[in-house]
């Protein structure tokens, strides 16, 4: 038997374990508490230094900005500097493509705000967004005139507006300015700025956006077009039996792939692309591009495998320029091609009628030129050969992402250098 010091000894030891066992316990949690509080401090930086769904931090700007919210979680960016009290009066807006987001135009409105950090209130637009962009270009534009009024009410110093798109988000911006577009007089001369700046004196401004002054429309690798014309889808090759059977699988994009393969019209009214060329009774679309200082259409010229260089740069493909003729312009590597606005000749509005009729006698592609190019576009040709972003052109001409499409920086840069203030 043991004795009863070997007891007490062994009693001693158990209660030593148990306290050790208490202390390792206490010690474990008081790790991980630490643990957490790093992994607390973590996220903490993370969301400071990635932006909220369409808003961008100061932090990211190298000027001082202002943040300011709705309530309803929209947000725009102010920016500010020190000792200096001066609100922008120039509203851009930056209009998200298929599948997109606000945070798309992340380093796009950097670069703006950079450049124009007294002149100009960058708004994200977040109202189409993800699934939402499957609704239709109706509906999506609709949503973006509501958003533009709200943002405006939220700012009445502004005067001037803008839109800046990507891909399908210039379709939706089209639309969305027929909505906003408000017709006036120009006797009173109240919408001379600057003249002198005007390439084409003739051609006055013939109304206001939501109440602003329209100086730079500009869009990015958009379908004006559609997709279902031939050729129009480089994915395709060409090949009509492919663009054939895309058209039939247009609804799995829900009725925005209805509008861009031109399968909406029916016998009373022809599809909404095609409307769109063209003021109607209901919208005046071409009224409303009309009135914009400025109109500019970016294109990639080759590597672009979802919009064509034709459908985005509004030209018919016998006038597209040869590519051994481009050539790279030494300040921005990949713009390989500026066509400048130039003087358009007129046409007669079409009725609603005759656009129907239209859809059954010639090509809906070529009545589409016809309409937009009633009025002077800029052209500006991107070519991304030699980089290994090129097989993602469609993305990295907006610079979608800036580690993956890096390579479009300076079209962006050439953007900012041509903005019309």
């Known amino acids: 038997m043991a004795s009863t010091v070997d007891l007490q000894k062994s009693s001693e030891t158990v209660e030593e374990v148990n306290k050790k066992k208490k202390n390792r316990g206490l010690l474990d949690m008081e790790s991980d508490r630490i643990r957490n509080r790093k992994v607390s401090v973590k996220k903490k930086k993370r969301s400071s230094f990635m932006p909220k769904f369409g808003c961008f931090r100061s932090e990211d700007y190298g000027v001082p900005t202002i943040e300011r919210s709705d309530g309803d979680g929209n947000f725009d960016m102010e920016s500010t500097s020190v000792g200096v009290n001066r609100s922008p009066t120039h509203l851009l807006v930056m209009v998200n493509g298929i599948i997109g987001s606000s945070q798309n135009w992340r380093y796009a409105a950097k670069q703006f705000l950079k450049r124009y950090p007294q002149d100009v209130l960058v708004h994200c637009s977040e109202c189409n967004y993800s699934t939402l962009t499957f609704d239709g270009v109706d509906v999506m534009g609709n949503r973006l005139a509501e958003e533009v009024i709200s943002v405006i009410r939220r700012y009445p110093g502004l005067q001037k507006i803008s839109f800046l798109s990507h891909s399908l988000g210039g379709?939706?911006?089209?639309?969305?300015?027929?909505?906003?577009?408000?017709?006036?007089?120009?006797?009173?001369?109240?919408?001379?700025?600057?003249?002198?700046?005007?390439?084409?004196?003739?051609?006055?401004?013939?109304?206001?956006?939501?109440?602003?002054?329209?100086?730079?429309?500009?869009?990015?690798?958009?379908?004006?077009?559609?997709?279902?014309?031939?050729?129009q889808t480089p994915a395709f090759c060409g090949f009509y039996s492919l663009e054939k059977a895309a058209a039939h699988a247009s609804s799995l994009l829900g009725r925005t792939g209805k509008h861009l393969f031109l399968r909406d019209g029916d016998n009373e009214k022809p599809p909404i692309l095609l409307q769109m060329a063209n003021d109607t009774d209901d919208l005046p679309f071409i009224s409303a591009l009309r009135s914009f200082r400025r109109r500019v259409a970016y294109a990639n010229a080759r590597y672009d495998y979802l919009v064509g260089w034709s459908t985005s740069s509004l030209r018919r493909r016998s006038e597209l320029p040869k590519r051994q003729n481009l050539s790279r312009i030494y300040k921005y590597p990949h713009v390989v091609n500026v066509e400048l606005a130039k003087p358009m000749n007129t046409q007669e509005e079409m009725?609603?009628?005759?656009?129907?009729?239209?859809?059954?006698?010639?090509?809906?592609?070529?009545?589409?030129?016809?309409?937009?190019?009633?009025?002077s576009w800029e052209r500006v040709d991107i070519d991304f050969s030699g980089t290994k972003q090129r097989l993602l052109a469609h993305s990295t001409i907006q610079v979608k992402t800036y580690r993956v499409n890096s390579a479009g920086a300076d079209v962006i840069q050439h953007t900012i250098d041509n903005f019309l203030l």
Do not use: W
């Open 351 to 375: 009725s609603l009628e005759g656009q129907v009729n239209v859809c059954k006698t010639i090509d809906m592609e070529e009545a589409m030129i016809r309409g937009l190019t009633k009025m």
């Open 171 to 231: 379709l939706v911006s089209r639309y969305a300015i027929a909505k906003l577009y408000e017709e006036s007089s120009q006797e009173n001369g109240e919408y001379r700025t600057d003249e002198s700046k005007d390439p084409f004196p003739e051609d006055k401004f013939k109304g206001k956006i939501a109440g602003l002054e329209p100086m730079n429309f500009i869009t990015s690798a958009t379908p004006h077009l559609g997709s279902g014309g031939h050729k």
